[in-house]
Each structure stands twice: as C-alpha cells, then as structure tokens.
C-alpha cells in the first residue's frame, strides 16, 4: 500500500472544490488498491472509504420555520459551532398556509392575519445572525446577481462553521406575474429593500471588514418595487391613506438598515485592536 497516498487522504485539507475533487481521486486510486488486496481488512475500508471525504451539510427550510415557528432551533443551530449550512428561501409568508403572516412579512404588505397591512418591521435575521461574529452569513437574490448568489454559497460551503443563507423567493402569495420573478428580484435589490450582503468571519484574519455590501445604492423607491405586487396594492384600494401611511413607514425602515449596512461596511478593520 501507498504510504503516501494514506498520508495525503488523511491530511487532506478539503476547503475548495478543487481541494475536494483532489481528495475523491485519491479515494478511488485507493479502491483500486483495495481491491487487488484479498482480506476482509481491505473490503471493510472499501466499504466505508466514503467517509475520507468532507461531508457536505445543508438544512433547507422557509421563513416561516427560520423566523418564526422554527426559529429557536435554527438559533441552536447557528450557535453549535458545528460545521452545517442553512439555505432560508424567503417567501416572507407562510405559503404551506396561503399567505398566512410571519416574522417575515414586510411592513405595510398585506396576508392572512395582516389584512389591514402590516404595520411592525421585518425581523433581520441577518444582523440577528451576525451578531454571534462566527457564523456565516449571506443574503442573496438571483434574479439580481446570479455572480454574487453563486459566490455566496461557494462561500458558505467552505467556511469550516455554521453558514447562514437567505435567499429571495418569489411566490405566488406576492400577487405577482410568476413568469417575471426574476425581474422582481432586480427591483427588490434596486429598490434598496432587499440588500446584497455578505459576512465572512475569515476576513477578519486577514485583517479585512467581514462585512460586505454587494449592492449598490438604491436606485429606486420602495413604491416601484412594492406597487407591482398585490401585497402592497391591495390596501391602496381598501384604505389608501393608510397604504400611505405604512408605505411611507416601510421606506424609513428601508433607508435605515441601508444606511446601518453602508456603514458597517465601511469599517476600516485596522481601526479595531484587540483589548489587552
């Protein structure tokens, strides 16, 4: 047997793809091996040679379970340390209900249970997350920027810790042409509602902000993104001075986590030492 071939197996460090694809011809140069060698020793590696690969962890859920009914154990989940990746798709309602309120909903969009418009904020579960400093986190949207939603997960995947994605999702509940969700997307991104942003604890050894905000400013008001849906134009029909109200409300809450995430992300991390 290959002395060296064990040695590289075992001490291989498996970050990247390519660290990965590297590792698996080394398992299958050592099956081949194997498999010349008649003794139940061998047979057993064989069997079990799959383990010598990095295993690949990812929980799938939506907002309803991440924000809100779910959200105690996605919390357990983030603060285990433990190397696992959390996808959220953000429909931001309960659609397994048809469009029942969560955590999620928007303020001043209307659903089950938020008829007259919701009129409290959208929990972020990104700076709730964050606020461990060692889990990663990214919020995506394809329809945006497929370069940064492909980055992002490449990203998650080789951080060695609990990862943290939320990911855009239109849906049905929106009140939205499906055929166009991706456009909708764009304008969520545009519109400053729906921020790119990326938080990488392995920055921060390199001396470098984890912070970073992947889009740039808005380019649009909340009402070009918002009034395409039914969500948001349903009470300019049943009540429109209070659609007004909460829309003017929903763009405040825009403008300030915009300017919290523009400011985190101009951090200087040399202007932060370590307490002696």
Known sequence: ????????????????????????????????????????????????????????????????????????????AMASGKDINVLVLDTEVYSNTGGQMSKATPTAATAKFAAAGKRVGKKDLAMQAISYGNVYVAQIAMGANPQQTLLALREAEAYPGPSLILAYSHCIAHGIDMEKGMDQQNMAVASGYWPLIRYNPMLRKAKKNPFVLDSPR???????????????????????TEAVYLMQLAQEIVDLRWQNYENMASWKAEAFQPMA
Not at 32 to 59: C, G, M, N, T
Not at 218 to 240: F, H, M, V
């Open 218 to 240: 808005p380019t649009i008001p909340l009402t070009e993104y918002a009034y395409r849906e039914l969500r948001y134009k349903d009470l300019l029909r049943t009540n429109p």
């Open 1 to 76: 047997m290959d002395a060296q071939l064990l040695e590289d197996i075992l001490n291989a460090k498996q970050k990247t793809e390519s660290d990965l694809a590297i590792q698996r011809a080394r398992v299958e140069h050592l099956n081949a091996l194997l498999a010349q060698v008649k003794h139940p020793d061998a047979e057993h590696l064989r069997s079990i040679s799959e383990y010598f690969l990095r295993r690949s962890v990812w929980l799938v859920g939506g907002d309803g379970w991440a924000y809100d009914i779910g959200s105690s154990g996605l919390d357990h």
